[in-house]
């Protein structure tokens, strides 16, 4: 096997690693904002979020650049493209200027429901309340 083989192998490998956690990450930051937006500011959105801020400050830490990137480009991926996980182009390139502004609003959206007070998120969560019946019975 030639080195440049091997080094194709370890590439797919990052690229599905990397977008392996993507996803998981996507999947927590779809979930903060849906919770933000319905009023559930609860334990399952802080788990979510610190798996999202846990992102945020590994990327910012390494200079707002994914370190698998420097990874894949010691393995010969191109430098300075995205090169690294299984999306497009284009939407790998601008992903952080999709996530910053969703980023603010769930930010904004749990800060509300916080001062909202636990008794709107709890409410919130248990859904609509049965209707009730009149006294008469009717």
């Keep these: 096997m030639t080195q440049e083989t091997r080094n194709a ?7 599905v690693v990397h977008t392996t956690a993507w996803l998981v990450i996507e999947s927590c ?14 334990r399952r959105a802080a788990l979510a979020g610190g798996v999202v801020a846990a ?21 010969g ?9 299984f999306l497009p182009r284009w939407f790998a390139r601008n992903l952080p200027a999709i996530h910053v502004p969703l980023l603010v609003l769930a930010v904004g959206l749990h800060t ?6 636990p008794a709107v998120s709890r409410r919130r969560a248990a859904g609509p309340r ?6 008469s019975g009717s």
């Design 29 to 42: 930051f779809s979930y903060v904002l849906y919770s933000g937006l319905t009023g559930r500011s609860d």
């Design 55 to 75: 992102e945020c400050l590994v990327f910012a830490a390494n200079g707002f650049r994914c370190p698998l990137t420097a990874v894949a480009e010691s393995f």
């Design 130 to 135: 049965p209707a009730r019946r009149s006294p």
């Design 9 to 15: 192998g370890v590439l797919v490998a990052i690229k």
């Design 112 to 117: 509300r429901n916080l001062l909202r007070g």
């Design 77 to 85: 991926a191109d430098h300075g493209s995205v090169t690294d996980i």
